[in-house]
């Protein structure tokens, strides 16, 4: 999990979290691979990127994976791009590695 590390960056507030996106999917899967060059975590979800369906999809998955309510969650940039970063309040980065380590990438 070193690797995922730099993926995720922390505040004073909680954790973001550097996402590779896609959408419109068969299933909806966090995390789905991690991507070494751009340094971002894989999510797929089966929304498609229509009037923000997908990103609503996005803050709920990760929300659910890291057992925080979806309100701990926004997308703090990348709302028209697949490449997005996620603001989760509350939480801290090993935390967040540590939730995270029980999948496989």
């Not at 999990?1 to 909806?28: Q, R």
């Not at 089966?46 to 369906?53: L, T």
């Not at 996005?58 to 929300?63: F, G, K, M, Q, S």
Request: contains cysteine; positive net charge.
């Amino acid at each position: 999990m070193a690797g995922i590390a730099d993926a995720l960056s922390e505040d004073e507030n909680g954790t973001i979290i550097a996402l590779e996106v896609t959408a419109g999917g068969k299933k909806a899967v966090f995390p789905a691979g991690y991507n070494t060059w751009r340094k971002m975590i894989g999510c797929r979800v089966s929304a498609p990127a229509i009037e923000g369906r997908a990103n609503r999809a996005v803050v709920e998955l990760v929300a659910g994976t890291l057992n925080r309510p979806t309100a701990s969650v926004s997308i703090v940039s990348g709302a028209t791009s697949s490449q997005k970063r996620l603001h989760i309040a509350g939480i801290g980065k090993e935390e967040v590695l540590r939730l995270l380590d029980k999948f496989p990438l």
